[in-house]
Nanobody
Framework: QVQLVESGGGLVQAGGSLTLSCVDS????????LGWFCQAPGKQRELVAF???????TYAASVKGRFTISRDNAKNTVYLQMANLKPEDTAVYYC?????????WGQGTQVTVSS
């Protein structure tokens, strides 16, 4: 089991941008599909986007056209570029393998969008 470490969250005004990063300490990062997930207060954790080992991407309908997931295999890092942020994007954002299966969740990074 590998724990991934997220960073890059913060407070931003509506319409602003943030880029989240997630570092994987495992040796087989390049072979894994990775996902970004979010959990808003009182809601279940849900998938935001994922990227396969080949670089194919899939997005939730709510973020399509605003968020971009990418990966750098040389740095064992997956990114989530977030643009045109909305107050409803406020949540704790996590990364994990996709699907997560039994891999543990990290602490996540808080994103707060003010109106």
């Amino acid at each position: 089991q590998v724990q991934l470490v997220e960073s890059g969250g913060g407070l931003v005004q509506a319409g602003g941008s943030l880029t989240l990063s997630c570092v994987d300490s495992g040796w087989d990062f390049r072979f894994k599909s990775l996902g970004w997930f979010c959990q808003a207060p009182g809601k279940q954790r849900e998938l935001v986007a994922f990227i396969t080992s080949a670089g194919s991407t899939t997005y939730a309908a709510s973020v399509k056209g605003r968020f971009t997931i990418s990966r750098d295999n040389a740095k064992n890092t997956v990114y989530l570029q977030m643009a045109n942020l909305k107050p409803e994007d406020t949540a704790v954002y996590y990364c994990n393998f996709y699907p997560p299966a039994s891999n543990p969740w990290g602490q996540g990074t808080q994103v707060t969008v003010s109106s």
